[in-house]
């Protein structure tokens, strides 16, 4: 199938004709589509459809902006199914997975169609008399959005929705890797009844579409989900160009298993939290901290599951561990596994592709442990972004806090402990956006703020309540009913 852009209200090809394909990467042979590759050219011609759409739908009011986004969810629960499968299709997870996906998405857009009764600004009292003072929220422009592969629907659902319902019209360009996902999402927001001006898809590839978006002086909010070096580049462009921009970048998540904990429930968490999503979960759990006194039983335990796995196509029903996204994330897994050994840790299991019948169509790795992993070392520190854990051996928790703490990024941490002092002292001092006690490092929901400190992000959250404060201006209002000049500051010491 030919799959095109969406820009000025008409589904069309890049300017210059060129596109590139959208691979299954549990088949390589399955081709799902051939996408319009975009330069700069589609770039400015989607700012000056979205201006046209931005000076209709900043004029929509709020609540209606929710009508719309509220249909969307409808119409997402509808065709939950057959997005999943298609998501699976092209990005590999299992279907359990992508259903969540699709979920996160439906649950993105009801929120955001019941904030459009919110958007709340302030009322507070004036200093001078008669005179009221207020605040309150106001749409900023052109939303550009810049999206990675790992969750197709979730991510772009938690940037357009808030952005749409706050008043922006909004471009995105999605991850080379699932461009198919999003084309659907825009199908579902045309039918919803959007304006067609209001949303523009630009397909194409980072390093020319992505940068045009990032660079054009028209589209004054980027919000970027990715790598921390992509978000870098991304980073200094914005900042030259006072951009309001939201990072959300690479994650070194850990997992903390103390003396006291409950190993069953820990050994469920681990196995979830650092297989699940074949380790491609920004929240992944990539490194198990694992106190003394239970790190033989544990990792032994862990090593038993893990080499049970079941590897393969995620749209196969007894699939647990799907294939990596693509070629690059293998040879960088293999890399990581060469790393290990080099510093001395010890690989329990996997540490090589899957080539079994069938697994060798696809980008498939073998789920993998080092045990005897150094604090400091590459393997601990370096963001791997597959199914490769890497357990640390502990002898205290103030070892485990400080080794947790002890890494560039800071997106989400768990602890298995039945000590509840502990427990508090761990949200207390986890230097993280997320710490969940007694579940796995992953598990974010829709209603609540995500996102990381450190180099994983820049201070801002996706989802919850705060996202709608990034996409939507802050305006203060005085309405002076007085008759007189009143001078704030000068004369309130006046009757
Ligand atoms: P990536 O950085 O390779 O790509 C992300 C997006 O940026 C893609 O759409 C890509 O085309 C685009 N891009 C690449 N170069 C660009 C440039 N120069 N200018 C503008 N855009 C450019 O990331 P990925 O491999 O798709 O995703 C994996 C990474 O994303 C991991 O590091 C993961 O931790 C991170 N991630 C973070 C979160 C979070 O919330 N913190 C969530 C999901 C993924």
Redesign the pocket.
């Known amino acids: 199938m030919t799959f095109q852009n969406f820009i000025g209200g008409r589904w069309v090809d890049a300017c210059a004709g060129a596109t590139f394909e959208n691979i299954n990467p549990a088949d390589t042979s399955d081709v799902i589509g051939t996408f319009p590759r975009s330069t700069p050219d589609d770039v400015n011609r989607a700012v000056a459809s979205a201006k046209k759409g931005f000076d209709i739908w900043k004029r929509t009011p709020a609540p209606g902006r929710g009508d719309v986004l509220r249909r969307v969810g409808d119409l997402m629960s509808a065709r939950k199914d057959d997005i999943a499968s298609l998501m699976t299709r092209e990005m590999g997870k299992p279907l359990s997975e992508t259903k969540g996906d699709v979920q996160e998405g439906i649950d993105t857009a009801y929120y955001a169609a019941s904030e459009g009764r919110r958007l709340f600004g302030h009322t507070v009292p004036s200093e001078l008399r008669n005179k009221w003072a207020m605040s309150f929220r106001r749409p900023i422009g052109i939303a550009g959005l810049?999206?990675?592969?790992?969750?197709p629907m979730a991510?772009p659902t938690w940037k357009m929705f808030p952005a749409l319902l706050c008043g922006n019209a909004v471009i995105i360009?999605?991850?080379?890797?699932v461009p198919h996902t999003v084309t659907v999402l825009v199908e579902l927001l045309l039918d919803a009844g959007l304006p067609p001006e209001v949303i523009q898809l630009v397909h194409?590839?980072?390093?020319d579409?992505?940068?045009?978006?990032?660079?054009h002086p028209d589209v004054p909010i980027i919000s970027?989900?990715?790598?921390?070096?992509?978000?870098r580049?991304?980073g200094e462009?914005c900042g030259r160009m006072h951009k309001r921009l939201s990072?959300?970048?690479?994650?070194k998540n850990a997992m903390i298993v103390l003396n006291d904990a409950d190993l069953d429930l820990a050994l469920e968490g681990v196995l979830w939290g650092a297989f699940g999503t074949t380790g491609?979960?920004?929240?992944?759990t990539s490194r198990l901290i694992v106190q003394d006194g239970v790190h033989d039983s544990f990792v032994s335990m862990l090593e038993k599951r893990v080499r049970a796995l079941r590897l393969g196509d995620g749209r196969q029903a007894d699939t647990d561990v799907g294939p990596l996204?693509n070629r690059g994330?293998v040879e960088k897994v293999e890399r990581y596994v060469e790393v290990g050994r080099a510093e001395g840790a010890e690989l329990r299991c996997g540490g090589k592709r899957a080539t079994s019948a069938g697994l060798d169509r696809g980008h498939y790795f073998e789920p993998t442990i080092f045990t005897g992993v150094k604090a400091g070392s590459r393997l601990e520190q370096e963001?791997i972004?597959g199914p490769l854990l890497s357990v640390i051996r502990v002898r205290t928790p103030d070892e485990a806090f400080t080794v947790n703490n002890d890494v560039k990024?800071g997106?989400s941490s768990s602890l298995y402990t039945s000590d509840v002092s502990l427990a508090f002292r761990g949200l207390n001092e986890l230097d993280n956006g997320i710490t969940y006690i007694n579940a796995p490092t992953i598990g974010a929901e829709a209603h609540l703020p995500?996102?990381?400190v450190k180099q994983?992000?820049n201070g801002h959250r996706?989802g919850g309540w705060e996202v709608y404060e990034f996409y939507s201006e802050t305006k203060v209002g005085y309405v002076d009913f007085s008759g007189k000049l009143q001078r704030a500051q000068i004369d309130t010491g006046n009757a």
Do not use: W
């Open positions: 810049v999206t990675p592969f790992n969750f991510i360009k999605p991850a080379e890797d194409g590839h980072g390093e579409a992505g940068a045009a978006l990032v660079q970027f989900t990715g790598s921390t070096e992509t978000g580049i991304v462009i990072l959300e970048m690479g994650g491609q979960r920004c929240t992944a996204i994330a963001e972004f990024y997106l995500f996102g990381g994983t992000g996706e």
